[in-house]
């Protein structure tokens, strides 16, 4: 029987939500920020403290490693668990105070250094599973950083286990904790040819048992709008204000579809992210997503005719419309090689959950990595309220994704 402690998850989890590692999205530095690689360095010294030899890192803040295979069978793809050691820069992350709640009654809970910010479980009822076992929140000024700590402290508690347990069969596992994940640049820098992974899973999701093979497929677009500049005591009739234009193109916009305010499930959104410039030029980043290529073709001719049509308005104005592709929608690699998936969902149930395959309004590093090489499902973690204040976690959650690493790994090796 395979079983991970909570306790000792915990308190794993809790050594690294201690390390801020926000990642910045202004900056243009690999990794955005130095401060991540203090977690990537500790990563190190612990992976070599379990005996692993063959770990490093380097110098965008990313970590290798290499458990070998102890399986007699030579044709066991080598599979990689990967997570990420950056937190979201939507709320602060210094200074995270992680506490503990052992044995969760089900009342609320008042976060001591915000009073204000308080968990319910008629806000959060998913609490109701973790009655009697642990809780961990931050104290109520900060996240608390289980996305994706939770995940590098399941890939780590795995470790520990596969190097403690040589009669636990598999063949060469790769671990991967990637940087700036949260501002979109997990893969930037990765050595694909160094990992050596055929397969990969994240460990990137929410409540126990969820196993996600599909994401959005995204794109960003920036309208770029040019006006006409005057000295503005001279300006009538001759100027035309950049900004003002720009506030109408938002202003155009749908007020009742189209957003991620007003959409769910499978439905596609545009999300205005930004808005920058002067009178005389403006600049307008937008975010676009869609489950399929043909919906996220539609939202760009849409919002390219909504900004055209509007910008006609002001004679002189003149608008650009740019596209950048930023990830794609991991199932369309997924579905040509459906074992990966397959064998998560097997992983699952063997660690006792019942298996929900669900679909990820968002990105994960897998999404990418399914693009260059390494098809990547994404398992869960538990992480709860994510970017907030009001994060939380279950440590019997996080002890079940550890133990669906390690029979992801064995059942690779029984199938090989």
Known sequence: MIQISPDNIADRFIRYVKIDTQSDPTSTAHPTTEKQKDLSKLLLKELFGMGITDASTDEYGYVYATIPSNSDKKNIPAICFCAHVDTAPDCSGTNVKPILHQYYDGADIVLPDDTTQVLRMSDSPYLKNHINSGV????????????????????????????????????????????????GQGTAKVDMQKLGAQFGYTLDGGEAGSLEDETFSADGAVITISGVITHPGYAKDKMVNALKVAGAVLDALPKNEWSPETTEKKEGFVHPTSVNGIAEKASIQFIVRDFTLAGLQQHHQRLKKIAEETVAKFPGAVMEYAVQEQYRNMKEVLDTCPEVAAYAEEAIQRAGLTMKKESIRGGTDGSRFSYIGMPCPNIFTGMQNIHSKLEWIGTKDMAKAAETIVHVAMIWEERS
């Open 136 to 183: 961990i929140t931050a104290g109520g000024n900060t996240l608390l950083g289980a996305d994706d700590k939770s995940g590098v402290a399941a890939i780590m508690e795995a470790a520990l286990f596969f190097i403690q347990n040589p009669a636990v069969k598999h063949g060469d596992i790769k671990i991967l904790f990637t940087p700036d994940e949260e501002v």
